[in-house]
């Protein structure tokens, strides 16, 4: 069973929205940290957003601030990440994770899903 299983991801037009979905399977437990990234094919992995599980605190990158909107179902254990006038740029593989410590860093996250694709374009 996959310890992290996201969806939502699809074609979307410039200007909508979408929300992410990241299910954390049953043998995840004890996360402190979930937190959702993205990479272009052939471009380095860029860090979106991350949320600490203890007090719900949440961090966003600066480019990213205002557009995206991490939160957790914790009746479900799934995280989304919601996406805001999406732009062509925005276009990417979108992965979550999670860490059973504090980070919230692309190479050190303990868990990782497949990772969903999104498309930007008319």
């Known amino acids: 069973q996959e310890p992290l299983v996201e969806s939502g991801g699809g074609l979307v037009q410039p200007g909508g929205s979408l929300t992410l979905s990241c299910a954390a399977s049953?043998?995840?437990?004890?996360?402190?940290?979930m937190g959702w990234f993205r990479q272009v094919p052939g471009k380095e992995h860029e860090r979106l957003a991350c949320?600490?599980?203890?007090?719900?605190?949440?961090y966003y990158e600066d480019s990213v601030k205002g557009r995206f909107t991490i939160s957790k179902d914790n009746a479900n254990n799934t995280v989304y990440l919601e996406i805001n006038n999406l732009k062509p740029e925005d276009t990417a593989v979108y992965y979550c994770?999670?860490?059973?410590?504090?980070?919230?860093?692309?190479?050190?996250?303990?868990?990782w899903g497949k990772g969903t694709l999104v498309t930007v374009s008319l």
């Open positions: 049953r043998g995840v437990f004890a996360i402190n940290v």
């Open positions: 994770a999670a860490d059973l410590r504090s980070d919230c860093v692309w190479g050190s996250m303990d868990f």
């Open positions: 949320r600490r599980s203890k007090d719900g605190s949440t």
